[in-house]
């Protein structure tokens, strides 16, 4: 179980809604075939992410992930975050607010990670 605060949630929901063409290209490029496999799991993740933002009230969620959503979304996080930075920085430099959604990345891969090593 992975429990993410409101602001996490819609942080890697909009992360992953913005990076999903990229994220199509570079399963398509990696697994071949198999990568509409890993773009489902991925396109399902989103879908619950951005289902519970749009009814949740609540300050916190628990999420419920099989081992390989973890999988991808701890690839993700990993790969995306020095793309981010990197992106950022050509850009003139990391604001506060950017800092901040760097850190909240960080902070569901950590819990991402405790998840993981609680179910292995």
């Not at 289902?51 to 969620?61: A, K, N, R």
């Not at 993700?76 to 604001?95: H, M, N, Q, R, T």
Request: no cysteine; aromatic share 10%.
């Amino acid at each position: 179980m992975v429990s993410l605060k409101t602001k996490e949630e819609a942080t890697i929901l909009f992360h992953m809604s913005i990076m999903r063409k990229s994220v199509k290209k570079g399963f398509k490029k990696t697994y071949g075939k198999e990568g509409k496999q890993h773009l489902k799991t991925f396109d399902d993740i989103h879908s619950t992410f951005k289902s519970q933002v749009e009814i949740d009230g609540l300050e916190q969620t628990e999420y419920y992930f099989d081992q390989e959503e973890i999988v991808l979304l701890l690839n993700f996080i990993d790969w995306y975050i020095p793309e981010l930075e990197k992106s950022l920085k050509a850009s003139g430099g990391v604001s506060e607010e950017d800092q901040q959604q760097i850190t909240a990345l960080m902070d569901i891969y950590n819990k991402l990670v405790q998840d993981k090593e609680e179910n292995d």
